[in-house]
């Protein structure tokens, strides 16, 4: 049960140590103590630990993160969990602009709001947002789910590929080719196992949420747009 | 990259701290801009007398400078020292006079603001070292500014640094960097807007001084840059009773506010914000793009 101090241990010490943990170690429950916003802390980690932060962090806390779950005690700054590959990260404060942007798989969880850009090309990380984002989120998300308690600001989707995108609250308007989508049940059901996920099974309704998606009209070969090219 | 920070005061019995807790979230932004700082702090006034602050040329002494300036004047103000800086106190109508005498006596002397309130301190080097030398923490007031500055668009002198003030009481920090600079530059300076360098920020200032000279509220001038301002931006301004923060409609640069019965506060950064009073418990939100906040004394 290593407990690590920033205000004693350099942020490059921590992450060395966490970067050289293998999978059969035995060191599978980190502490970090007086986080203070330091950016990149608990990045590059690839194994099957869990490491909390006891207070705010700041940009990219648990970047391209394999396996490992990561419980920031606090507020994340820009970036948190980006380029994610699996695991969990689970921000109990709010999330900056870029949460989990370009992620490739595990799960993000916001229990406050997210800002502008979350999800930014997204490519099959999932995000759990229990409060509202902010402007160009999703944008060009290619694959994966993002789901929003609260609302979403202008530009959901814009660009969208084939990531989806299930919003509970009022959106402020919709982005090139993201449009509203019928709610089947594979939907619902796949929603319900997020929410789940996200420790929320029974407190939220899935029938109040509404689906996005793209249309597909932008990034498939149109003929009438050929002089364009 | 820079860092801009931003305190506005609710309840009086805070405003003692202001300097300290505007010196305190300045230095944990200084990862984000270490080559200089800057601190505009909107401190006591007295009924018609103007604080006009200057920093004085390299290796002389502010001291003989504000003297040999107030005999010339004959007007018998009151001379403030803050290491390389002076405070010279002057009756409103005689402003315009200590500026002329300034630009001919001693003209690599640097104006930095003229106001009832407003004193500016800025210089290069570590922003820490900035603020220790100027003594910021033992400032009072009911609001500031401050800004930690990376060098991109002009030179790392005392006069490329934030925050800038291009009119009376107004103040501004910029993070970010404007693309039409040169040509509204020429456009201001034939409005008979003064801008002393050739920074971009310093363009944005004299913008809104436009603006606002020309009758517009300091919310209509900010709304009005969204328009007319080619880049991108997150600025936080100063006026003697007010304090506003605008982003550019794509919000390119970071910012984080807090809001509580005591104080309104701005930063690039949350772990700015850590250092205020009763933070765990303020409203925390990033401001949304192309919105203009507004905060005012009454």
Redesign the interface.
Known sequence: MPVVDLAKTSLRELNMALQQLGPTTNETDWTVLNP???HAIAAGVDAPVTITIAG?V??YCGGMNKQATVLVEG?A??GVGENMMSGLIHVKG?A??SAGATGRGGLLIVEG?A??RCGISMKGIDIVVKGGI???SAFMGQSGRLVVFGEA??ALGDSLYEARLYVRGPVAGLGADCIEKEMRDEHRQELFELIKASGEAGTVDVSEFRRYGSARKLYNFNIDNVEAY | MCGIAGLFIKDPTLEPDLGRLLALMTS?LRGRGPDSAGFAIYGDATPGLVKLTFAAPEGTEPEALAARLLSALGVGGIAAIRHSHAVVTLPAEDVARAEAWLAEHAPEASIMSAGNRLEIYKDVGDPDDVAAAFAIAQMGGSHGISHTRMATESAVTTDGAHPFSTGAEQCLVHNGSISNHASLRRALRQDGIRIRTENDSEVAAGYLTRKMRDGESLDEALTSSLKDLDGFFTFVVGTESGFSVLRDP??CK?A?MAETERYVAFAS????L?VLPDIASAR???P??ATVYFWEHS
């Open positions: 203070a916003g330091e705010p700041g940009y507020s700054g820009q709010d900056s602009q709001n800002s502008a902010g402007h160009l600001g202008e | 944990t794509i919000a970071p984080v950064e949350f772990k700015s850590t925390v939100w990033e949304k793009p």
